[in-house]
T-cell receptor, first 112, second 113 residues
Framework: LAKTTQPISMDSYEGQEVNITCSHN???????ITWYQQFPSQGPRFIIQ???TKVTNEVASLFIPADRKSSTLSLPRVSLSDTAVYYC?????????????FGTGTRLTVIP | DAGVIQSPRHEVTEMGQEVTLRCKPISGHDYLFWYRQTMMRGLELLIYFNNNVPIDDSGMPEDRFSAKMPNASFSTLKIQPSEPRDSAVYFCASSLVQQETQYFGPGTRLLVL
């Protein structure tokens, strides 16, 4: 049973802010939310992780509402190099393989 | 650290042949994961290990697939016999015991003819 749901694809113009939302209605109390980015011919790489409210790093921001049933990855002023697939994960291996569901992610295409 | 190392990077073989994929995790990481990625199914977890012990292999598609981790610095994923539908990119990843972040290798692109 998939723990997360995200849009299959999104398009954005260069310089715009992009928000990708992930639904995780069955998130457990101890679960963290982690986002990964994958470029063609490479393995996924960590972008950001959070538990509640807002987390920001040099690459992105992660917004998590109080009920934690969804989260939004925000990429400010995207460039062509941000074209990639983005995955949302909830939980970790210590709570079972069901939490390691990457699926097909959200394919972001940045248009010049 | 060099990161997660996988070999070979590319493998082309004929149906029925045995294929062995190799992975060296990041030193000190307690978890090791094997994933398979295809266009149709995305990135799927096949099996993962904790401290060299297989914890969950429910993602292994069938008995033709097997994985071992004889020590903390080496794991193999074997397909015997291989079939064309096994063609995919196979990723290995590792993580620390109490962290969710996984570090992925560059992957092995397998083509079974």
């Amino acid at each position: 049973l998939a723990k997360t749901t995200q849009p299959i694809s999104m398009d954005s113009y260069e310089g715009q802010e992009v928000n990708i939302t992930c639904s995780h209605n069955n998130i457990a109390t101890n679960d963290y939310i982690t986002w990964y980015q994958q470029f063609p011919s490479q393995g996924p790489r960590f972008i950001i992780q959070g538990y509640k409210t807002k987390v920001t790093n040099e690459v992105a921001s992660l917004f998590i509402p109080a009920d934690r049933k969804s989260s939004t990855l925000s990429l400010p002023r995207v460039s062509l190099s941000d074209t990639a697939v983005y995955y949302c994960l909830v939980g970790d291996a210590s709570s079972g393989a069901n939490n390691l569901f990457f699926g097909t992610g959200t394919r972001l295409t940045v248009i010049p | 650290d060099a990161g997660v190392i996988q070999s070979p990077r590319h493998e082309v073989t004929e149906m029925g042949q045995e294929v062995t994929l190799r992975c060296k995790p990041i030193s000190g990481h307690d978890y090791l994961f094997w994933y398979r990625q295809t266009m149709m199914r995305g990135l799927e977890l096949l099996i993962y290990f904790n401290n060299n012990v297989p914890i969950d292999d429910s993602g292994m598609p069938e008995d033709r697939f097997s994985a071992k981790m004889p020590n903390a610095s080496f794991s193999t994923l074997k397909i015997q016999p291989s079939e064309p539908r096994d063609s995919a990119v196979y990723f290995c990843a590792s993580s620390l015991v109490q962290q969710e972040t996984q570090y992925f290798g560059p992957g092995t692109r397998l083509l079974v003819l």
